[in-house]
T-cell receptor, first 113, second 113 residues
Framework: DQQVKQNSPSLSVQEGRISILNCDYTNSMFDYFLWYKKYPAEGPTFLISISSIKDKNEDGRFTVFLNKSAKHLSLHIVPSQPGDSAVYFCAADFTSGTYKYIFGTGTRLKVLA | KAGVTQTPRYLIKTRGQQVTLSCSPISGHRSVSWYQQTPGQGLQFLFEYFSETQRNKGNFPGRFSGRQFSNSRSEMNVSTLELGDSALYLC????????????FGAGSRLTVL
């Protein structure tokens, strides 16, 4: 049972344009969501997070949107840069103490110069 | 501040053998988690330790085990290796005091022949 789904395994975007990565979840009890970026031969690095009490969080070129009714979140990267080419994972968590993330399967973003 | 350090980075084993992977968390981080990454499956939670106690465990067979030492360093062990255990094993740490953001190491890539 995949509780967190990233249905697009890959995405290609032109440099300077917007990249939109999507993530769906099934468990309405999740109350904290994160995005991680992973380059080959490196561990995932934290990008941005959002609590379920918010519907938007912004950090520079990265914005995460949360739609609780649709159980959907998205990561927007504007403008996209070639260095953003990586695999992006969304993750969900419970702040009440299960101490584990549920990750999606990842979306490989390729930003074309 | 040094990051999360995992050793070894790469290793090759044969079926039936056992393997031990090591993880040194960020100084001051008392929580260590382990994840398995395989193609198409994203990151799957193995277990989480805090102050030498396992707080949570994922859905893996008993061949997968771990422990944490008093200095917060952690090891995971996989016994009776199977071909399907070939994966990237990622360790992550966090303070453990309510903080949700995990910091990952670069991983140990295990190949089982």
């Amino acid at each position: 049972d995949q509780q967190v789904k990233q249905n697009s395994p890959s995405l290609s975007v032109q440099e300077g344009r917007i990249s939109i990565l999507n993530c769906d979840y099934t468990n309405s009890m999740f109350d904290y969501f994160l995005w991680y970026k992973k380059y080959p031969a490196e561990g995932p690095t934290f990008l941005i997070s959002i609590s379920s009490i918010k519907d938007k969080n912004e950090d520079g070129r990265f914005t995460v949107f949360l739609n609780k009714s649709a159980k959907h979140l998205s990561l927007h990267i504007v403008p996209s840069q070639p260095g953003d080419s990586a695999v992006y994972f969304c993750a969900a968590d419970f702040t009440s103490g299960t101490y584990k993330y549920i990750f999606g399967t990842g979306t490989r973003l390729k930003v074309l110069a | 501040k040094a990051g999360v350090t995992q050793t070894p980075r790469y290793l090759i084993k044969t079926r039936g053998q056992q393997v031990t992977l090591s993880c040194s968390p960020i100084s001051g981080h008392r929580s260590v988690s382990w994840y398995q990454q395989t193609p198409g499956q994203g990151l799957q939670f193995l277990f989480e330790y805090f102050s030498e106690t396992q707080r949570n465990k994922g859905n893996f067979p008993g061949r997968f085990s771990g422990r944490q030492f008093s200095n917060s360093r952690s090891e995971m062990n996989v016994s009776t290796l199977e071909l399907g255990d070939s994966a990237l094993y990622l360790c992550a740490s966090r303070t453990g005091s309510g903080a949700n953001v995990l910091t990952f190491g670069a991983g140990s890539r295990l190949t089982v022949l």
